[in-house]
């Protein structure tokens, strides 16, 4: 390997179980079919990756974040003295 060569790593499917503690509502929704995932655009391609953002799904990502962020109770941090 060449330095600065990225490393792949590749991971097999598998079946993990949902965890014991959750309740038979929240199996339920894990079990549902995931929808199929779109292609992203290139790396390099700023256009598409505008229109990809711009989608309204993006919108409840980003509307989540931004209260995470103006919030000062949702996230607080512990440094030991």
Do not use: C, K
Not at 22 to 39: Q, W, Y
Request: zero cysteines; proline letters at 10%.
């Amino acid at each position: 390997m060449a330095d600065g060569e990225a490393v792949a790593v590749e991971l097999s499917s598998r079946r993990i179980p949902p965890p014991a503690g959750i309740s038979e509502a929240a199996r339920a929704v894990l079990a549902m079919p995931r929808p199929a995932g779109g292609a992203y655009p290139a790396l390099d391609d700023a256009d598409g990756w505008r229109r990809y953002s711009a989608h309204p799904a993006h919108d409840v990502v980003r509307g989540v974040m931004r209260d995470l962020v103006e919030s000062t109770n949702v996230v607080q941090f512990y440094v030991p003295g």
